[in-house]
C-alpha cells in the first residue's frame, strides 16, 4: 500500500481480493484440495481483514457520535460472517450441504462489504481528519499483517454444524 492510498481504497482492494476468493471458490467440487485451500486462504484472509478492519477503522467511527450505529451493525455482521465461515469449516466439503452454506454465505458476505464501500464508507469519510487517515493506513496494514498470520480455520464440532 502507499502512503497516499486512502483507507477506503485499501478496503476495498481487500475486498475486491475477497470477491476473487469466493468466484474461484464457487467453481470447484468435493472435498477436493482446491477447495481446501481456497477454503483456508479465505477464512484467512477475511479473520485477519475483519479484526484489522475493526481496530483501524471501526474504532475511530466508534469515536464519532454519527457513525456509531452503522459501525455497530458492520462488527457486528463481522461476527456473522465468522460463525459463517466456522459452521462451513464444521461442515462436510463433499455434501450439497456445504455448498447450499456456501451460496448463503456469499450472499451474505457480499451484501455486508457491498453495503461497507456504498454506504458506510462515504458516509464515515466525511467525518475524518487527515490524521485519523494516517492513524488508519498504518494501524490496518500493521494488524492485518498480524491478525492473518494467527487467524485459523476454527470450525465447530461436526456433529454441531449448523443444518
Known sequence: MTQNQDIFARL???????RDLLERLMETSGESDQRRALFEELTKELKGHASAEE???YSTMMRKPPTTDDTRHSVAEHHEIEEALNDLAATDMATAAWLTKFKTFDHDYRHHIDEEEEEHF??????LT???RQWMRAVFERRKRE????????PEKKEDAKE
Not at 12 to 18: A, L, N, Q, V
Not at 122 to 127: D, K, L
Request: proline share 4%; charged share 50%; net charge negative.
Open 12 to 18: 476495498k482492494e481487500d475486498h475486491d481480493r475477497h
Open 55 to 57: 481496530q483501524a477503522l
Open 122 to 127: 462515504p458516509e464515515f469519510a466525511e467525518h
Open 130 to 132: 487527515d490524521e485519523d
Open 147 to 154: 491478525e492473518k498470520a494467527e487467524a485459523e480455520v476454527t
